[in-house]
C-alpha cells in the first residue's frame, strides 16, 4: 500500500449496532481499513449499541489507557425478573409481581448503588477466574464465585417509570436509567442488585453507551456509514481530547524520542497518563509521572 493510501492513524468512533460483538466489530473494521492493525478500548456486550472506541495502526497503542476512562449510559431495567445473564439475552430464572414497587423505593435503591460501591461482576461476563473466562465456568455448570471490586457510579438517575405486564402475565415495572460511572461498571449488575435490593429482581433489557471518555455518541458512525466513509480522529487530535496535555520544547521533544526521562514540571504529578506535543504539534508520547521524572507509556513521535 503506497503511503498516499495507507490507513490513518487515529481512532474510530463506531455506533455498535445490537447483536455484534465487540470483536465482530473489530473484524468488520480490519475489512474497512484495510489493515489488521485495528483494536477497541472496552468491550462492549452483543445486546447493547453505541459508542465503541477503536485504534487503528499506532492509535491501537492508545486503547489500553482510553479503556481506564469514565463512561456514560441509557438503559432500561426491568424490574420483577430475573435472568442468567441479568440482562433480556438469558433465561428466565424467576418472576415476581413488582406492581408495588414505589419510586420513593427505587430511589432509595438506587442511592444504594450510588457513588463508591462493592459490585459483583455478572457470571456470564468476561471477567477472568484463575485464568478462566467468567462466562466458560458459567457455560460448564461450575459453581463458584466472583469477587466484588471497587466502582464509581458518578450518577443514576431514573427518566421514566413505565408499568408493564410480562409474556407471562407477571406485572413488572421497566424503568429508563441513565448511568455515568467508571470503567469495568457492569449495568447489568446494577439492574440485578437494584431488583434484588427490592424484593422482585430485575435485569437489563436495553442499553445503550453514548459516551467514552470525552468521544459521544454525535461523533460516532456506523457500520454501514464507516463502510461508505471512513471517518478517522487523528492520532493527535484523539490524544488531545482524552489526555492532558503537555508541550514541549524541541530540546525536550529530541530528549524524550531518545529515551531520555524529562523532569515532570508541577500540575502534571498524579494525573495519570499525559500526552507529550513538541512545537509544531506533533503527538510524541503517552507518559506518566514517576518520582517527578517522565515514564514513557508508548512513544509515537
Not at 58 to 67: E, I, P, Q, S
Not at 75 to 99: F, H, K, M, P
Not at 262 to 267: A, K, Q, T
Amino acid at each position: 500500500m503506497t503511503e498516499k493510501n495507507r490507513t490513518p492513524d487515529g481512532l474510530v468512533i463506531v455506533d455498535k449496532p445490537s447483536g455484534f460483538t465487540s470483536h465482530d466489530v473489530v473484524a468488520k473494521m480490519r475489512g474497512i481499513a484495510r489493515t489488521r492493525r485495528v483494536g477497541h478500548a472496552g468491550t462492549l456486550d452483543p445486546m447493547a449499541t453505541g459508542v465503541l472506541v477503536l485504534g487503528v495502526e499506532k492509535a491501537t497503542k492508545l486503547l489500553g489507557h482510553l479503556a481506564l476512562t469514565e463512561k456514560e449510559y441509557l438503559g432500561t431495567i426491568r424490574l420483577g425478573q430475573t435472568t442468567v445473564t441479568d440482562d433480556a439475552e438469558g433465561e428466565i430464572t424467576g418472576s415476581v409481581d413488582a406492581s408495588k414497587v414505589t419510586r420513593e423505593g427505587v430511589d432509595a435503591g438506587i442511592a444504594e448503588l450510588s457513588g463508591e460501591i462493592m459490585q459483583v461482576p455478572s457470571k456470564v461476563s468476561a471477567i477472568k477466574i484463575d485464568g478462566v473466562r467468567s462466562y466458560k465456568r458459567a457455560r460448564d455448570g461450575e459453581d463458584f464465585e466472583i469477587p466484588a471490586r471497587p466502582v464509581t457510579i458518578s450518577s443514576f438517575e431514573v427518566h421514566d417509570v413505565r408499568e408493564a405486564v410480562a409474556e407471562n402475565g407477571t406485572p413488572v415495572l421497566d424503568l429508563v436509567v441513565s448511568v455515568v460511572c467508571s470503567s469495568g461498571t457492569y449495568i447489568r449488575a446494577l439492574a440485578r442488585d437494584l431488583g434484588a435490593g427490592l424484593g422482585v429482581g430485575g435485569h437489563l433489557t436495553a442499553l445503550r453507551r453514548t459516551r467514552v471518555g470525552p468521544y459521544k455518541l454525535d461523533t460516532a458512525r456506523t457500520l454501514d456509514q464507516l463502510q461508505q466513509e471512513l471517518t478517522v480522529l487523528p492520532l493527535a487530535e484523539a490524544a488531545a481530547a482524552a489526555f492532558p496535555r503537555w508541550d514541549v520544547d524541541t530540546r525536550r521533544a529530541k530528549l524524550l524520542t531518545n529515551g531520555v526521562r524529562l523532569d515532570v514540571p508541577e500540575g502534571y504529578a498524579g494525573r495519570g497518563a499525559v500526552a507529550v506535543f513538541d512545537p509544531a504539534g506533533t503527538f510524541l508520547a503517552l507518559v506518566e509521572e514517576q518520582n517527578g521524572r517522565a515514564k514513557s507509556l508508548a512513544v509515537f513521535g
